[in-house]
């Protein structure tokens, strides 16, 4: 649900520069994405949530399988780097806040990559012999 209402809020911040700051004159918006970089990062993101979003059901994680969806759902990192360099770039110099998610998102990704760490360390010493052999006969 998380990320559906984060493709929801997106959605809806898309919609207003879309709407109000552009009347809907697609020449401009797509000369605007090409010039800001934070514009082209936050379009990536959102268009990146579509899939995710598309594949959150039960019959969708069925079809795809469990390893597919799971590989298709590693997105959701892309999407957070991804939505933190909008905020940061977007933001005023005075402004912390996104410092603060930037942060946030650097801890929650490095428990990821910690625990990524330790279940390959963990996987590594089961498949390795418990005992080393000398390779002399007895």
């Not at 009347?23 to 090409?34: L, P, R, S, T």
């Not at 059901?57 to 079809?63: E, G, L, S, V």
């Not at 390893?67 to 298709?72: A, D, E, K, T, Y």
């Not at 005075?94 to 410092?99: E, F, R, V």
Request: include cysteine; aromatic fraction near 14%.
């Amino acid at each position: 649900m998380l990320g559906l209402f984060a493709l929801f809020y997106a959605s809806l911040h898309f919609g207003v520069w879309l709407a109000l700051d552009h009347y809907f004159d697609w020449a401009e918006m797509g000369a605007d994405i090409v010039k800001r970089p934070y514009i082209t990062v936050g379009i990536s993101a959102l268009i990146l949530m579509l899939p995710l979003a598309a594949t959150s059901t039960t019959a969708a994680i069925k079809r795809l399988g469990g390893r597919n969806w799971q590989r298709l759902h590693r997105l959701a990192y892309a999407i957070g780097v991804c939505a933190v360099l909008h905020y940061l770039w977007l933001a005023k110099k005075a402004n912390p806040d996104p410092y603060y998610y930037a942060g946030i998102l650097a801890v929650l990704l490095a428990v990821r990559g910690w625990e990524w760490v330790r279940r390959r360390a963990a996987r590594f010493r089961a498949g390795a012999p418990a005992v080393p052999s000398s390779g002399r006969a007895g």
